[in-house]
């Protein structure tokens, strides 16, 4: 049996986001399942949010995890919108913890050794996580890291000489400094035509096939965020297996 795992759906109204849920609701109890009602929540979110809200009285707009990123409403230098991605701190921790058990394990290896696991592992953290306005939080991935496999070099002996100022050559010559890997969507999902000056983007076409189908282009404002479990169909696992 196969699950689908949290959802994401966005609205410009909030009329037709309260509809959307209950005609999921509604889908979902004729297979005999249900939505986490712990976990799924409507939020103003997006362009307008925060304005909104202050016109109303009501602080911040709410912030909401997905895939590992915890999504909230910020402003670019020119004070236009723009959806901020940091690395959520509750998986931040969990993969810290059990990074430091693993560094642990192996502090009795040759330094080299240590040295190119570590660096495969921030490696990969990046390939992730290196996203535009994430540097600060994968810049404290790598100092913990470092701060953890310190530790576990002064525990392989009572008369360790490690110093801290070794111990950042040994992090300068292994430990790989972050940067930025990823575009902004904008620039990701662009699609780019035959004739170099033509060009398109996936929101031109969103706005050119809502306009199609007679509504008003516009942002969304509000955000449904749905963990469910949806079995697939025997179509579907056909196409996607």
């Known amino acids: ?114 040295g190119a696991w570590l660096a495969s592992v921030l490696r990969g953290h990046y390939q992730y996580y290196a996203v535009p306005d994430n540097i600060e939080a994968l810049r404290a991935f790598r100092y913990q890291t470092r701060r953890h496999w310190c530790k576990a070099l002064r525990r392989r002996s009572q008369r360790t000489t490690l110093t801290w100022e070794r111990m950042s050559r040994l992090a300068d010559r292994w430990l790989p400094q972050p940067r930025i890997l990823h575009p902004w969507p904008a620039r990701r999902f662009e699609a780019r035509t035959r004739h170099p000056r033509r060009m398109t983007s996936a929101v031109d076409a969103r706005h050119v096939l809502r306009s199609t189908l007679g509504h008003e282009p516009g942002p969304a404002r509000h955000v449904a965020k749905i963990p469910c479990p949806l079995q697939r169909s025997p179509v579907t696992r056909r196409l996607y297996d």
Not at 60 to 73: A, N, R, S, Y
Not at 81 to 96: E, G, H, N, P
């Open 1 to 114: 049996m196969r699950f689908a795992d949290d959802a994401v759906v966005g609205f410009q109204y909030r009329d037709d986001a309260e509809r959307f849920w209950a005609d999921l609701r509604d889908r979902l109890a004729k297979f005999s399942l249900a939505l986490n009602a712990e976990k799924t929540r409507l939020i103003e979110f997006g362009r307008f949010a925060a304005q909104d809200r202050k016109a109303r009285g009501l602080g911040k707009p709410e912030t909401f995890h997905f895939l590992g990123f915890t999504h909230m409403c910020g402003k670019s230098k020119a004070g236009r919108f723009k959806l901020k991605r940091v690395t959520d701190s509750k998986r931040m921790r969990t993969k810290q913890r059990a990074l430091k058990g693993e560094i642990e394990r192996r502090r009795h290896q040759p330094i080299p050794e240590q």
